[in-house]
């Protein structure tokens, strides 16, 4: 995809949320907005449209909050190790809070999608 072009609703991959993370992510989002609005509205944007799943669904394969991840970056190459976490839990080690570009893009997704996104230095990423 042609990185002059965005893409649309309905062309991203579908993604799930458990009802209470759904609450927790917009309480979340809501009480940072004022401090890094890019990342809050791309996480608002991507809770927008996630389809909200009960709070005891096997999600096994989705990435939730707790849920440790690799992936692959589609620039490098280079699979990557991390946990999804909520901001005070992130760290140097590996621990990536779900207000960060990658967390936000991460949140919802399913083994095998894939999605873009915007590091802080407004490249687009895969």
């Given amino acids: 995809m042609s990185q002059n072009k965005r893409r649309t609703k309905s062309q ?6 458990t009802g209470d993370e759904m609450r927790r ?3 979340l989002a809501n009480s940072k907005m004022d401090f890094i609005p890019r990342v809050v509205n ?7 449209r996630a389809s909200v799943v009960q709070d005891d669904s096997d999600l096994r394969s989705v990435v939730r909050m ?14 990557r190790h991390l946990v999804l976490v909520y901001p005070h839990d992130a760290d140097m080690h590996g621990r990536i809070s779900v207000l960060t570009p990658l967390g936000a893009a ?4 399913s083994v095998g999608q894939a999605i873009e996104f915007q590091t802080p230095g407004m490249k687009r990423e895969n």
């Fill in 12 to 17: 991203l991959p579908p993604i799930h949320v």
């Fill in 25 to 27: 992510l917009r309480t």
């Fill in 42 to 48: 791309f996480l608002a944007h991507e809770l927008d």
């Fill in 66 to 79: 707790g849920s440790q991840v690799s992936y692959r970056d589609d620039k490098t190459g280079e699979v």
């Fill in 106 to 109: 991460l949140i919802g997704l």
